[in-house]
């Protein structure tokens, strides 16, 4: 679970958050409820996280906001992203993905060095 | 109905963030309920999971900096227009708010300079005041035939300063004027300052055979010599007896007696008047360790001369005391 502080590293949360946006415009409930589905339950972002990080990424204008209607017909607030938001995602995920393969290397030659 | 007086926008931005949090929170209740959880029990989950709502809004105004500027220049803009619809009143509010702060500010610079500026010599904890007292009367200073059995007491004073209040004559330069003279020796090692032109009196001035010396007063300096930068090195007359200029002091400078003029040595011998000390303590050395190495002293007086002497007490005050009594009159305010 991310509390507050988040246990994840620096910017991991607003990767997530990126991500999800970049499927569709999408309101804060929801992505909450993506982060939890598709994480399968490891990734749960209180609310008190999750505005914050909305917030921030709206005036980094990397993700805009427009209020709109849900299927249920109830005003939210719905996000996409920019095209700097899509930039930053790429970037972002590519280097997520060369840090976790190069510490999944690292942990594994360390468990082989063991045995 | 606008009656609140700040531009919108910010209400907007409020209301917004609103919204946004509440419809959050309703939506969850409501997952909350389908899954078969009481109302009442679904809201408090929903608040524990939240944290502190207004924390969390908070945390949502600061992430955008940029928009809280805007929103100043707004109020800015604001307040500029509605001086200028009623210029009388804007006038009657800056000059209500300059006598507040300009009063304040008053009050603060006399309590800077009296009380957080009061003492303006280095290290002034180990700087003290030797007086004596008595039961049979008051003593305005102490006999220099008392002084003389403690002022080797280097074990317990690092340095002492005797020193008096003497009215003197100043003549040449201009008409005859009496000023006021401190009369010293080694004051200035133990208070630690210097001078802003040329030196201040040091021990080859206390010495029987040398030039006497004298140290002015910025404000002599420049009533009387014109802040004549060359005056170090000129010879003045005081009092009928020639001394050497050594040095101005800095304005800032006083010692005891704020009206001092000129510093000058003291020549002691046994018939002169009495005189007050300073002085500075030995590293190590509190204030009660030093009264009581004067007691020893102060019990062989009582002894010796009980007619005079009776009751009589060497007392080592904090300087700082000192400066408080001259200041008390102040706290009126």
New interface residues.
Partial sequence: MIT?KSDLPQGTLDLLILKTVALGPV???AI?QRLQQISKDVVQV???SL??A???L??RELLEAD?GTTESG????FYRLTSAGVAHLEAGSASWKRLSEAVGLILGSAEGGAR | MNWWPFPRRRDEHEA?LD???R??????VADLVRTGLGEAEARRRVRH????IE??KD?????????NFADLQQDLGYAARMMLRDPAFAVVIVALLAMGIGASTSVFSIVDAVLLKASPYPSAQTLVRVEETSTSRKLPGIPVRHFQRWADRSDVFEAIAPYIRDTVTLTGDGEPEHVVALRSIGLFPVLGTTARLGRTLGPVDDQESATRATVLSDRLWRRRYHANPNIVGRTIIISGEPYVVAGVMPPEFEFHYPETDLWTPLRLTATSPWIQVAARLRRGVSIPQAQSALEVVAYQIRKEQYKDYAGLRIEVKPWRELLDESTSRLSFL
Avoid: M, S, T
Avoid at chain 2, 59 to 67: E, G, I, L, N
């Fill in positions: 507050e309101h804060g409930y909450a209180p609310g008190g505005y914050p909305l917030h921030r709206e005036a209020w109830r005003e939210a607030k | 917004d919204r946004e949090l419809f959050h929170i309703e939506e969850r999971e939240f944290g502190g924390q969390v945390d949502c105004r600061d992430a955008h900096p940029a928009r």
